[in-house]
């Protein structure tokens, strides 16, 4: 059974960084994406970013291309967000997404002025 323990969300200023982990248990590393999804709220969970594991190709949603990055460790079977000069509106619960049906429990991303 596929299990995801995100973690690294917090309180940070306008145009600060934080980076999000997502610990991954019970599959294959090396198959298939991992993707990283947010809610606000009040809205619909939307797509953030997304990575190969094995072609480490990477996508992103438009409202995120330049500031974040999504990144992984074989090694630690953990795939990073890296989210540098954030905005209020990328205020959000993220959650970690291994398709096509597990999900992490989430964790609050919160930037304030």
């Known amino acids: 059974q596929v299990q995801l323990v995100e973690s690294g969300g917090g309180l940070v200023q306008i145009g600060g960084s934080l980076r999000l982990s997502c610990a991954v248990s019970g599959r294959t590393v090396g198959s298939g994406t991992m993707d990283w999804y947010r809610q606000a709220p009040g809205k619909e969970r939307e797509f953030v970013a997304q990575m190969y594991w094995i072609a480490g190709a990477t996508y992103y949603a438009d409202s995120v291309k330049g500031r974040f990055t999504i990144s992984r460790d074989n090694a630690k079977n953990t795939v990073y967000l890296q989210m540098n000069s954030l905005k209020p509106e990328d205020t959000a619960i993220y959650y970690c997404?291994?398709?096509?049906?597990?999900w992490g429990q989430g964790t609050q991303v919160t930037v304030s002025s």
């Open positions: 997404h291994s398709p096509p049906r597990t």
